[in-house]
């Protein structure tokens, strides 16, 4: 009966050690999300800042395109009144059908030229809406990093007080690990952290899904340490709340 209850304390007492060992990696795990969400948003911030630059290339290209369309339309007008011009001296109908000829074909030029500079303008009335969409989106992507940074520089000096906190509690916990086997524990949470330790299910080891022998469970009823044969955790049974007392 001693030795039943001793090892009721032992599950207990592996328990509380398991349970604040999760809850340092929590606060572990949050503590590190930080930076790594604060990278994430400071990449697709510059992602959104090089679309800008992309988008006021593009621009700056269509418009340049749209500019050489009004040369050319200018000169085309030229033409055509230089040609018109010549129309009035033509010496021979033959001159003056060439001449008309020749009008007839500079005209076509102008009108493909005006369509050409219309669709131009609409793609920079496109190409400025999308920069000033991706203008936006650079706005918005400043401000959820900064949102990140606040955030972080507000939780870091909170989280860092839990982590001090539970590993000073962590500390007298680990005591129900056996002395001899302290430093098994320790390399342990160094592999895995809170799955140093596992429980047994239906004489499964959670971690691993191996079968705990019979020779096992019955040194886990008797208050042995434990580890599993295959993944070497630290075994406990978790008999639930009702367990205490
Ligand atoms: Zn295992």
Redesign the pocket.
């Known amino acids: 009966m001693a030795a039943e209850a001793s090892a009721a304390e032992i599950a207990q007492g592996m328990k509380t050690l398991h349970v604040l060992l999760r809850r340092l990696d929590t606060a572990r795990e949050r503590l590190q999300e930080g930076p790594r969400r604060i990278a994430l948003a400071e990449r697709q911030q510059a992602r959104a800042e090089a679309q800008v630059e992309e988008q006021q290339q593009k621009l700056k290209g269509l418009k340049k395109q749209s500019d050489e369309c009004n040369l050319n339309l200018k000169s085309k007008e030229s033409d055509i009144l230089k040609l018109e011009g010549q129309l009035n001296t033509a010496t021979s109908n033959e001159v003056y059908s060439s001449i008309k000829g020749q009008i007839a074909s500079v005209r076509t030029a102008r009108g493909e030229m005006e369509e050409a500079g219309l669709l131009a303008l609409e793609a920079i009335d496109e190409a400025e809406q999308q920069l000033q969409d991706l203008r936006k989106l650079v706005q918005q992507r400043s401000s959820e990093l900064q949102a990140l940074r606040d955030e972080h520089a507000r939780e870091t000096p909170l989280l860092e007080a839990e982590i001090a906190d539970v590993e000073q509690l962590v500390l007298s916990a680990a005591a129900i690990v056996p002395a001899a086997e302290q430093q098994t524990l320790m390399r342990l949470r160094t592999a895995h952290g809170a799955g140093a330790l596992?429980t047994v299910e239906e004489d499964f080891?959670t971690?691993?899904d191996?079968r705990v022998i019979a020779q096992d469970m019955v040194r886990m009823r008797t208050a042995k340490f434990v580890q599993?044969r295959?993944?070497g955790?630290i075994l406990y049974v978790d008999s639930g709340a009702g367990s205490e007392s």
């Open positions: 596992a080891c971690a691993c191996t599993c295959d993944c955790r």
